[in-house]
């Protein structure tokens, strides 16, 4: 089954051809990084403007580099939420337009099922073993959910405030390292001097009782975590005090110097490493995950994948993430692998659906 696949759920216009759900036969973007670099983050109404003039543009290459015409297209999948609302539009009228002119089905995915869906991307899934734990961190979400051999999807923990990638990228406006903030900071946080000093140790909020957290530093209470001997209950995310606490130390700062700025994004990074892959990795040994996967954005920080790497090894699991950099950043490929699982679940449902709406409350599945 070929789906056309179409994203834009923030900044970038992307479309893609994707073959039972796992072969890519193309995957088009047309990124606007350099855009909103200049402005320190994306503009939702500039990232619009650029949507309604790429879009077009990259189904059109997508179907020349796949080497098929619309009429060879099963269905059309469409990225409809969660995002920002004006540029998932440009992506849903077109969708939606095209489904509707070619008389083919529809399938509104949430952006979030995407991510998950990208580490079947040039993957045979017969080799795939559930329940699969999967950690989602991107700009936007946080999500820790189990998904289950019958396509069903149990959510565990999400975010409560900020995402991990907004952090990222907050972080790094604040500390001077430019747009975007993921890559930025994994740069420098690689230059750090001090990586064992108390000085740079920042917090990290386990959303632990506080009769319990007060007694421990931090750091600490990760180390009884993962050693049993606290028990975790709460697998929601909270990055928004550890941006605050990089703040303070920034305007207490009269010199940002280049040691300094490294040895900030270390802490700040090994704090965020330390909540995601702890929780990662008790939530996995908890619910008998029997494989932990990684995605979104941020799954394309290297010393992430190596933190849960060495968890997973500990559980003796297969540890996966996105096959390439660009599936783990937004792309339309995973769309199209979210929407191929869902029309395999439920043909009917998809037939004849038209209008797909944008939803930031969109279902999962």
Not at 37 to 55: C, D, L, M, S
Not at 85 to 90: G, M, P, R, V, W
Not at 169 to 198: M, Q
Request: charged letters at 20%.
């Amino acid at each position: 089954m070929l789906i056309l696949g179409i994203e834009s759920s923030c900044d970038e216009t992307a479309a893609s051809i994707v073959k039972d759900g796992s072969e890519v036969r193309s995957s088009v973007i047309a990124s606007q990084a350099a855009l909103h670099a200049k402005t320190g983050g994306v503009v939702p109404e500039v990232a619009a403007r650029e949507h309604v003039g790429n879009i077009l543009p990259v189904i059109t290459q997508a179907l020349s580099e796949a080497k098929i015409s619309f009429a060879e297209v099963d269905a059309i999948a469409v990225a409809s939420g969660p995002g920002l609302a004006s540029s998932l539009l440009a992506g849903v009228i077109t969708a939606n337009t095209l489904a509707t002119f070619l008389d083919k089905p529809l399938i509104p995915v949430n952006h979030i099922y995407g991510h998950i869906r990208a580490n079947w991307l040039e993957r045979d899934s017969a080799e795939f073993n559930y329940p699969i734990l999967t950690l989602t961190a991107s700009g936007g979400h946080n999500e820790l959910v189990l998904l289950h051999s019958d396509g069903s999807i149990e959510l565990i923990g999400e975010s409560t405030d900020d995402a991990a990638g907004e952090a990222f990228d907050k972080v790094a406006r604040l500390i001077g390292l430019g747009y975007p903030g993921g890559p930025a900071i994994e740069k420098t946080a690689k230059l750090a001097k001090v990586k064992d000093s108390l000085e740079f140790l920042l917090p990290r909020a386990w959303l632990l009782p506080k009769d319990i957290s007060r007694n421990f530093d931090s750091r600490e209470v990760g180390e009884r975590l993962r050693n049993n001997k606290l028990t975790l209950t709460n697998f929601d995310f909270s990055f928004s005090g550890l941006k605050s606490e990089v703040r303070r130390r920034v305007v207490a700062q009269k010199r940002l110097t280049a040691g300094f700025k490294a040895n900030l994004a270390y802490g700040f990074q090994e704090a965020v490493i330390d909540i995601l892959a702890t929780k990662t990795y008790l939530a996995a040994e908890k619910f008998s995950a029997q494989e932990i996967h990684l995605a979104g954005g941020v799954s394309a920080n290297s010393a992430l994948r190596e933190r849960i790497q060495t968890y997973a090894d500990k559980l003796q699991i297969p540890f996966r993430c996105p096959m390439k950099f660009q599936y783990c950043t937004d792309n339309a490929a995973m769309i199209a692998a979210a929407g191929f699982a869902m029309h395999q679940k439920n043909p009917k449902q998809f037939a004849k659906l038209r209008y797909a709406e944008m939803n930031p409350n969109l279902p999962l599945v």
